[in-house]
Each structure stands twice: as structure tokens, then as C-alpha cells.
């Protein structure tokens, strides 16, 4: 099958961590590779908790952004947390709520000992779906194809 890989200006170049953000195919499935905290270098922002799934969510969204679409389009989050607790659980719960309210999407969540950078306290993964009917000139355009 053939499909698009997505690396969005917003976001850092993740090719040298061995890695692409996005891969969307014809069937209208994308799928957004884990978002973290990252800065234009990939190196991580802050080391507050709260702050990092702030900036998470905010380059999930520049990726959707970046083939046309928007939280509503995701049907489903997978989220990492270092060393999970009930207070971590609740800052999560509250960015989801204010992001997507009474109809989140599906979502996993993985208390984990350690991330891909040592500094690393969150990270989320997601696939979306295009709509039906949805122009494809609204979805933007690859880096590079496979």
C-alpha cells in the first residue's frame, strides 16, 4: 500500500531519531507518531509535568494541523506517562476534557519507567481519520512518499 509521510515545519526533523511524524494513507487513516514536549531541536521544553502534556497536545495538533485536520479527527490516544500517579492521571484528564469535553477520543494509557529521552515525563500518539468527502487539497502535502 502506498502512503504519504508528513513532516511538518512546525515540528522538529525527526529523521535522525530513526522516525517520521506522519503517515497517512489513501484510506483516510492517519497515523501520528509520539508527540512529547519537544522543541524546534527535539530537545525536551520543560521539566514540569503539567507543561509537558501541554506542549504534547500542541504539536499533536500542529500535526494535524498539517494534513488538514483537527482534534475532532482523532479517534484514538495513546499516552505514556513516566512514573504514573493519580496526580499526573488528573492533569491529563483535565487537558483532555478541555480539549475534547464529553466526547473524548478511544485512549491507552502506559505507566512507563523511561521514555526515548532521559528528560521525557509524557508522550502521546494518535490516529486520526479524514472525514468522508473531505477534498484532498485540505490535507496538505508530503515531505516524501513511500
Given at each position: 500500500m502506498t502512503h504519504d509521510i508528513i513532516n511538518p515545519a512546525g515540528l522538529h526533523d525527526p529523521v535522525g531519531f530513526g522516525y517520521s511524524h506522519i503517515a497517512r494513507t489513501p484510506g483516510?487513516?492517519?497515523f501520528i507518531a509520539g508527540q512529547y514536549a519537544s522543541d524546534a531541536e527535539g530537545q525536551v521544553t520543560?521539566?514540569?509535568?503539567a507543561e509537558q502534556v501541554d506542549?504534547?497536545?500542541?504539536?499533536?495538533r500542529t500535526a494535524l494541523t498539517a494534513v488538514g485536520l483537527?482534534?475532532?479527527?482523532?479517534?484514538?490516544?495513546?499516552t505514556h506517562i513516566v512514573d504514573h500517579d493519580p496526580g499526573?492521571?488528573?492533569?491529563?484528564?483535565?487537558?483532555?476534557?478541555?480539549?475534547w469535553g464529553s466526547?473524548?477520543?478511544?485512549?491507552?494509557?502506559?505507566?512507563?519507567?523511561?521514555?526515548?529521552?532521559?528528560?521525557?515525563?509524557?508522550?502521546v500518539d494518535a490516529i486520526a481519520v479524514v472525514p468522508p468527502g473531505t477534498d484532498d487539497s485540505r490535507l496538505g502535502s508530503?515531505?516524501?512518499?513511500n
Open positions: 483516510g487513516l492517519v520543560s521539566s514540569d509535568f506542549r504534547s497536545l500542541a504539536n499533536l483537527d482534534y475532532g479527527d482523532v479517534v484514538q490516544l495513546r499526573k492521571l488528573t492533569i491529563l484528564a483535565e487537558r483532555i476534557g478541555r480539549i466526547r473524548p477520543p478511544t485512549q491507552t494509557l502506559t505507566g512507563v519507567a523511561a521514555l526515548a529521552l532521559p528528560d521525557m515525563l509524557f508522550e508530503p515531505s516524501a512518499t
